[in-house]
Each structure stands twice: as structure tokens, then as C-alpha cells.
């Protein structure tokens, strides 16, 4: 992994400011109190039926995560540098990764959130098989 730079700082600086932003901090406090335990799109429609403020939180919360993910997996990002303050990330693909696969098919692109997924599996094996063990059963994935 190169060495991270006063860029990445600087990226990762801002993005956690656009995490402050009033709507996003209200669709990821949504989202960390609400979207748990979802096994089905038809549990995940309930909780945040499509067109709803609650399925806005859900695509913003997720979006904004794939994203981040793909400045990580493209290196545009130094990732043992995020990974050290990212927990949020891995949080989000734990509370959606048994929808994943449905979403991917019910949408018919099996790209849906890869970069998410790849970069917390990134995440998974720097943290360590049985700390994320731990992490994914604390925040309920």
C-alpha cells in the first residue's frame, strides 16, 4: 500500500464535512436506527417504501458510501489511511449485503454497490477475520 498524502487527509477531511451536511446527517441517523435486520425487498420496501423520504435516506446513505468506496478502490485514496476512521462504511454494506444480491437481480445490474462491497471486504481482512467478526455482529448486519 503506497504511503498515504496530505491529499488523502485533505479528501477524507472533506469528505466527512460533506457527512455534516443537516440532510445527510438526518438520512444516516435514519438509516443507523432504522435499517437493521433487512432480509427481503419486501422488508426493505416497508421500512423505506420506494418514493419515500425513508427510501431517499436509504439511497443517500448508500450512495454516498459507494462512492467513498470507489475513491478506495480506484487508489485514489489511500485505504489503510480511511480504513482507520471508516467503520461507518463496512456499518452500511453490513445492513444491506443480504438485500444486495435481490436488489442486483430485481434490478438487473450486477455491478449494484460493488464498489461498496469490495472495499468493506477491503476493510474485513485489515481489520482482521474475527475483529470484523465482532464489528459485524455489534452493528447488526
Known amino acids: 500500500m503506497s504511503q498515504p498524502t496530505y491529499d488523502d487527509v485533505n479528501l477524507i477531511m472533506r469528505l466527512y464535512e460533506q457527512r455534516r451536511d443537516p440532510r445527510m446527517r438526518e438520512a444516516r441517523e435514519w438509516f443507523t436506527a432504522n435499517f437493521k435486520n ?62 444486495l444480491p435481490l436488489l442486483r437481480e430485481s434490478f438487473g445490474n450486477p455491478n449494484m454497490w460493488k464498489n461498496l462491497e469490495t472495499a468493506s471486504k477491503k476493510l474485513a481482512v485489515w481489520m482482521g477475520e474475527s475483529e470484523y467478526a465482532a464489528f459485524s455482529k455489534r452493528v447488526g448486519g
Do not use: D
Not at 427481503?40 to 417504501?49: F, G, Q, R, S, V
Not at 470507489?70 to 480511511?82: C, K, M, R, T
Open 38 to 99: 433487512i432480509k427481503t425487498l419486501e422488508e426493505m420496501n416497508k421500512i423505506a417504501p420506494p418514493g419515500s423520504g425513508m427510501n431517499a435516506s436509504m439511497r443517500m446513505v448508500v450512495t454516498y458510501w459507494e462512492m467513498v468506496a470507489s475513491f478506495i478502490n480506484s487508489g485514489v485514496l489511500n485505504a489503510e489511511l480511511f480504513f482507520q476512521s471508516g467503520f461507518e462504511m463496512a456499518l452500511t454494506y453490513e445492513r444491506i449485503k443480504v438485500v
